[in-house]
Each structure stands twice: as structure tokens, then as C-alpha cells.
């Protein structure tokens, strides 16, 4: 089992930044793959980014390239979101995920709460 909990969000105007954190606990978290999620209300989960086991390959959705980046510190069980640039439609329930996996098509095994993020303009 592996027990995930994100920190970090909060409120931000529009041009602002925030960084979330999801801390890891519980198996070896340099086993797994992380990847963030968010969910704003009435929209379906959508993926925002993904990063390997060693940090050394990351992926975006195109709505956040540019703005967002994906890290980890295996050594402190932590990974991150830095998110600057925010807009309004960046609002929504941001949540990490553990993917024991190396197949980027295999799905999360573990996923944290959710920390809120609202960006007002």
C-alpha cells in the first residue's frame, strides 16, 4: 500500500503561482511512477502530468505545457507540481497518483484526496 497526500493548494489570481506537493508513504516511492490529475465541478478527471520512476521522463497535457512542471525527490517520498501562469480554468481538485507500472497505458494504483485550487481573474 502506498498513502498519498497532496499539499499546496489554495487560492491565486489569475497570473499567480502555486506549488503542490504529494507526499508518499508507506512502500518504496521510487517504485512507482506519479502522475497529477484535477477535476474541476461537472468535469470529468483529466490528466495534467505524468513523471517516471526516476524523474527523468515527464509529460504534459498540452493545456498546462509550458506553465506546469512535474518533479520528484525520491529521497524525501515527495513529488510536486509547480504551477505558474494560472488561470481561471486551472480551478479544479488536484490529485496525485502512484503507478506501480512501467506502462504508460496501465492504470493508477493509488491516488491521494485532492487539494483545491482556485484561480480567480
Known amino acids: 500500500q502506498v498513502q498519498l497526500g497532496e499539499s499546496g493548494g489554495g487560492l491565486v489570481q489569475a497570473g499567480g503561482s502555486l506549488r503542490l506537493s504529494c507526499a508518499a508513504s508507506?512502500?518504496?516511492?521510487?517504485?512507482?511512477?506519479m502522475g497529477w490529475f484535477r477535476q474541476a465541478p461537472g468535469k470529468e478527471r483529466e490528466f495534467v502530468a505524468r513523471?517516471?520512476?526516476?524523474?527523468?521522463?515527464?509529460y504534459y497535457a498540452d493545456s498546462v505545457k509550458g506553465r506546469f512542471t512535474i518533479s520528484r525527490d525520491n529521497a524525501k517520498n515527495t513529488g510536486y507540481l509547480q504551477m505558474n501562469s494560472l488561470k481561471p480554468e486551472d480551478s479544479a481538485v488536484y490529485s496525485c497518483?502512484?503507478?506501480?507500472?512501467?506502462?504508460?497505458?496501465?492504470?493508477?494504483?493509488?491516488w491521494g484526496q485532492g487539494t483545491q485550487v482556485t484561480v480567480s481573474s
Open positions: 508507506g512502500r518504496t516511492f521510487s517504485n512507482y511512477a
Open positions: 497518483a502512484a503507478r506501480s507500472s512501467p506502462l504508460l497505458t496501465a492504470p493508477y494504483d493509488y
Open positions: 513523471i517516471s520512476r526516476s524523474g527523468g521522463s515527464t
